[in-house]
């Protein structure tokens, strides 16, 4: 019996994770500091290491369901041995996703009746420290390359002459292939592209206690730098989410064939968003998608790894930039990292084809972030005190209007949300005099 694939990238190396059942539920809770990947309840996770015309990449899988239901099909650019794969541990993965997320910063305004502190030189800062001979089908056309078994996962690396073989040796062997993936499968064929397919060893998951599937990491080295998608969409349902984020020695990563654009950043926007930065995020990624014809490419985050201004985690340690494949991240000083965070939102129709990615030499640092300045709310009877709250109405009315821009909600409901969210000084109901009810 044919077993069910999940949905599992929705890319990577055309992740053919290929579903069987819905992903994992709902978005709980909520995210006051950072805008993390788990705020997308369809989104890939994908950590891609370039170096050169080396690239190890990391695949994460969102699945959701028994083990014994896993299973994926992975594009690779050659047949690759046991040591050039392996997992490694999902915690050093959410810690980089937590590093990059989009964030929010809180400032506090001081009473405007004492001087002025004089300003610190930069208080958020942090510094960082052997197979078997190939078994062939000559009915099929599909060779296995090699087999293995890494953690808790059976490996098979397969050759194919044409896809129609490929997906009948993959029915057969309990891979159930979606409707239409023969054509996607046979532009890989035609590329010369091998085949990497895993599925969960049950005792040896068993042995390791269960739980979470780890992520799987492949290196190799290839001249072309990409990142294919098509065959994750064959069954995809609607538009698609993906976070990719990459480590290099030069700067930042773009794609080459489709439009790289930023999210907009720095905007003051009203403080009751703190407790609901969750789904706020959500709407401002929507309504940038929007703007951009519906699916895009974002860059939220842009970085030399060496530090942080505001940093929403600390940076990560030599040994977990090693186990991603950092090959230059030696002891002794900080390596010379810089991460770039793309978040896709695609499908079939506006992203007709793969992700091609190019290392470039910019180094300019960015990251998507909001900016909450709490007011002062004790009584200032001074001049400048009188003027500050004067000044309240029109900041109030500004930052509702930009939050209105960024997410598209409707602008009285802002409002309404922050009459509720109940700033109001000692007995000096100076909001309601603002915007009266």
């Known amino acids: 019996m044919a077993r069910p694939l999940l949905n599992l990238l929705a890319i990577a190396l055309a992740l053919a994770a290929l579903l069987i059942a819905p992903a994992a539920g709902a978005f709980c809770g909520f995210y006051a500091a950072r805008g993390d990947a788990r705020l997308f309840n369809d989104a890939s996770k994908v950590v891609m290491v370039r170096d050169e015309d080396r690239t190890v990449i990391t695949m994460v899988s969102d699945f959701a ?50 001087p002025l502190p004089l300003p610190s030189s930069c208080p958020n800062c942090m510094s960082v420290s052997d197979s078997a001979p190939p078994a062939v089908e000559d009915s099929l056309g599909v060779t296995v390359e090699a087999e293995y078994t890494v953690g808790e996962y059976d490996i098979a690396i397969l050759s194919a002459a044409e896809s129609d073989g490929l997906v009948t040796w993959l029915d057969r062997n309990g891979y159930a292939m979606p409707e239409n993936a023969g054509p996607v499968l046979a532009g890989y064929i035609d590329m010369g592209m091998k085949f990497f397919v895993a599925r969960v060893n049950l005792a040896e998951h068993a042995a390791a206690g269960g739980g979470v599937l780890r992520p799987l990491q492949i290196a190799f080295e290839s001249d072309d730098f990409m990142l294919p998608i098509r065959l994750g969409m064959v069954n995809a349902r609607g538009l698609q989410d ?34 609901r930065f969750g789904e706020t995020y959500k709407a401002i990624f929507a309504e940038a998608v929007r703007r951009e014809g519906g699916a895009a490419v974002m860059l939220e ?51 007709p084809e793969d992700l091609r990615l190019r290392v470039t030499s910019e180094r300019e640092n960015f990251q998507g972030r909001y900016v909450l300045r709490h007011p002062f709310t004790a009584a200032a009877s001074c001049p400048a005190g009188r003027n500050y709250q004067a000044g309240l109405a029109g900041r109030f009315e500004r930052e509702a209007a930009l939050l209105a821009g960024l997410t598209g909600w409707k602008l009285d409901a802002i409002r309404n949300e922050m009459r509720a969210a109940g700033i109001t000084p000692d007995g000096d109901a100076w909001w309601e005099r603002l915007w009266p009810r």
Not at 243 to 250: D, K, N, P, S, V
Not at 251 to 270: D, F, L
Not at 321 to 332: D, K, R, T
């Open 65 to 114: 369901g028994e083990a014994r239901e896993f299973a994926m099909v992975v594009p690779a650019p050659e047949v690759l041995a046991r040591e050039q794969i392996r997992v490694v541990e999902a915690a050093i993965i959410d810690h980089l996703d937590a590093y990059t997320a989009p964030r929010l910063v809180e400032y506090f305004d001081p009473d405007p009746c004492l």
């Open 242 to 275: 993906l976070i990719l984020l990459t480590l290099t020695r030069t700067g930042r990563v773009e794609t080459e064939n489709y439009a790289v654009s930023r999210m907009p950043t720095g905007q003051e926007i009203p403080v009751y968003v703190r407790d």
């Open 301 to 351: 985050y842009a970085w030399d790894m060496a530090w942080c201004d505001p940093c929403a985690a600390d940076p990560l340690s030599q040994h977990e930039l090693q186990e991603l494949g950092v090959s230059w991240a030696g002891a002794g000083a900080a390596p010379d990292v810089f991460v770039t965070r793309l978040h896709a939102r695609y499908d079939a129709a506006r992203f």
